[in-house]
C-alpha cells in the first residue's frame, strides 16, 4: 500500500486546510488510518485517527475540536479538516496506515505499517 498526503500549504492563523491521503496499491477500507506530524527538531506526535469504518476516533488533545478525521472507503481516502489553526500547527503531517482495523495504542507511530511522504503545514501569525 502506497499512500500519498497533499493539501499542505501556507495559510494565516485562524484559517483552514483540508489535508487528503490517497492510498494505492491495495485497498484501505479495512485499515485503521492515522495523521501525524513533525515539527522542526521534534520528535513525530499524534494528531488524529480513526477506526477502519470511521465510527471511533481518537485526537490528540491540542487539536481537539478543531480538527476532524474521516475517510472515505470508496475513494480510498482519508482526510483531515483543519480549521482554526494557530502556529503551533505548522508542522509536516504524515498519514500512517495500521493494518489492523483497530489500533489500541493509536498514538504510537511503531503501531503503523505504511507511511506516505508527508505534506507541509506553514500556519503564520
Known amino acids: 500500500v502506497q499512500l500519498q498526503a497533499s493539501g499542505g500549504g501556507l495559510v494565516q492563523a485562524g484559517g483552514s486546510l483540508r489535508l487528503s491521503c490517497a492510498a494505492s496499491g491495495g485497498g484501505i477500507s479495512s485499515f485503521a488510518m492515522g495523521w501525524f506530524r513533525q515539527a522542526p527538531r521534534k520528535e513525530r506526535e499524534f494528531v488524529a485517527q480513526l477506526n477502519w469504518s470511521g465510527e471511533i476516533k481518537y485526537y490528540a488533545d491540542s487539536v481537539k475540536g478543531r480538527f476532524t478525521i474521516s475517510r472515505d472507503n470508496a475513494k480510498n481516502t482519508v482526510y483531515l479538516q483543519m480549521n482554526t489553526l494557530k502556529p503551533e500547527d505548522t508542522a509536516v503531517y504524515f498519514c500512517?496506515?495500521?493494518?489492523?482495523?483497530?489500533?489500541?495504542?493509536?498514538?504510537?507511530?511503531?503501531?503503523?505499517?505504511?507511511w506516505g511522504q508527508g505534506t507541509q503545514v506553514t500556519v503564520s501569525s
Open positions: 500512517a496506515a495500521d493494518g489492523r482495523a483497530t489500533t489500541i495504542r493509536y498514538s504510537d507511530p511503531r503501531e503503523y505499517d505504511y
